[in-house]
């Protein structure tokens, strides 16, 4: 089944849903109404839009089609007359699936049972016999004013029970790196590990890769020739001065093939998606700044490069949770969460790209916080372009695979603007230093503004 472009608008009383299906018999079009769920056939297409509240198909509704134009509109009537649909222009929101809540008892309960007082003594004895050693200690240390014995058991990595690893978003994801060593990817820090490699030697290579690919020459070449760098630094995004974002007809296309899915995160699974969206958008923003958003066939790489969790599939959390202040909400991040998780990008942005430059990454973070301060939509818009940009890559478009296309839905589903206009905030209070990065940054441009001073002073002598 195709499913088609549609789009959505509404009155204080109703719902329409405007179809695109040409060259159809409108006679055959089956629509089913179920609560906030609409259902829309006419072979080849098919429509599943899932309301935020419930619709009605009363005598109000209606459905007509125009030959001419090949639009079929449904109008459906608010159960609630007046009440405001959220969202209705995020549309892999409304194609995601119905939550089904799970049943909150057993299915069958045991009222009683009936068992005569010699099978409970026979019972009694066979548990008593099977008794495990722990209910046994138990027993022990009830006898014994409850003083358990004690002892010091040694620390061991968990058991790994599979040689499967997996990566991606909420670690989903598994083989699409089996034949990585014959591909050309540039950018994939495992090498031929990638799908063996546990999350801490992951950590462990790309701490390593960066410290290799850190030059020190190359950085001090930017930093005191930087008139190219200065015009990319007050480059004002375009993008982020629209008041309001709207959809696109080709955005719309895009979201309409996006997957699918439902996702149900644990908390701290939510935490770390918020915290992995920040290193994909500081990426983009920077393919955004150096490219003045015109992207180049080195976008890909740049974007991939930049990004911890395509390179190296390791997102954050890059501090253990018991680092937390426990007065935080588990919705919450602290100054030191963001921090932590900006070094990365930070460091990487000063290791890997054309343009190396502190106050560029500097420049990144506070478009990182003005693209959270504009919400779901704009994060949405920033993330389509990303992945258009790595889907016309022959290698890269697997990172869209395994986190982009995740994202895009998340986002539109169940993403909150409130917390990311939370972490906008913060994101631009946030003091980054140069000795945070772990390079000697501050030392050696002094060193190299002191031997340039040297090196003027001398010429002027020379010259007297």
């Known amino acids: 089944m195709i499913t088609p472009r549609f789009y959505c608008t509404q009155t204080l009383e109703a719902v329409a849903v405007s179809i695109y299906c040409p060259s159809v018999r409108a006679s055959d079009v089956e629509i089913n109404v179920d609560e906030t769920l609409l259902t829309v056939h006419i072979n080849p297409y098919f429509l ?62 045991v009222i009683g049972s009936e068992t005569s007082p010699q099978n409970e003594l026979e019972e009694l004895v066979d548990l008593t016999d099977a008794m495990s050693l722990e209910q046994r200690e138990i027993l022990e240390a009830a006898e014994n004013d409850w ?23 909420l670690d989903m994801y598994t083989g699409y790196f089996t034949h990585v060593a014959h591909t050309e990817n540039d950018v994939n820090e495992l090498g031929s590990e990638a799908e063996s490699c546990l999350p801490e030697e992951r950590r462990a290579k790309r701490l390593q890769h960066e410290e290799k690919k850190w030059d020190e020459d190359h950085y001090v070449a930017d930093y005191m020739d930087d008139e190219y760098i200065q015009e990319l630094l007050d480059w004002e995004d375009p993008g982020l001065g629209d008041a309001e974002c709207i959809f696109t007809e080709s955005e719309n296309m895009t979201m309409l093939n996006l997957p699918r899915k439902e996702y149900l995160p644990t908390k701290s699974q939510q935490r770390n998606l918020y915290l992995t969206l920040v290193t994909l958008l500081f990426a983009y923003a920077y393919d955004r700044r150096t490219t003045q958003h015109d992207p180049t066939p ?64 500097d420049a990144c973070r506070n478009d990182v916080a003005a693209i959270l301060a504009k919400g779901r939509r704009m994060v949405t818009r920033y993330l389509l372009e990303m992945k258009h940009i790595l889907d016309h890559h022959e290698v890269y478009y697997v990172y869209n695979k395994i986190w982009v296309d995740d994202f895009c839905v998340w986002i539109q589903a169940s993403a909150s603007d409130e917390m990311m206009l939370d972490i906008a905030q913060q994101l631009k209070a946030l003091a980054i230093t140069k000795s945070m990065i772990g390079w000697n940054i501050e030392n050696l441009e002094a060193a190299t503004l002191l031997d340039t001073t040297s090196s003027s002073d001398s010429d002027n002598e020379s010259s007297e």
């Open 298 to 361: 080195e976008s890909a790489w740049t974007i991939c490069s930049l990004v911890p969790a395509f390179s190296a599939l390791d997102p954050p959390p890059y501090i253990s949770s018991e680092c937390v202040p426990l007065s935080i909400p588990t919705s919450g991040f602290t100054d030191s969460d963001l921090a932590s998780v900006l070094m990365p990008s930070y460091r990487r942005s000063l290791a890997f790209p054309l343009y190396r430059s502190f106050a560029m990454a």
């Open 147 to 169: 003083q358990f014995s004690q002892t010091i058991v040694e620390s061991s990595s968990p058991l790994q029970l599979s040689t499967k690893r997996y990566y991606g978003f």
């Open 48 to 109: 599943r839009i899932n309301f935020p509240h419930s619709v009605l198909e009363d005598d109000q509704s209606s459905a007509s089609y125009d030959p001419g134009s090949g639009y079929l509109t449904v109008t459906l009537t608010k159960e609630t007359k007046g009440l405001e649909f959220p969202d209705l222009d995020l549309l892999a929101k409304l194609l995601a699936p119905r939550h089904v809540e799970a049943p909150k008892q057993p299915a069958i309960e």
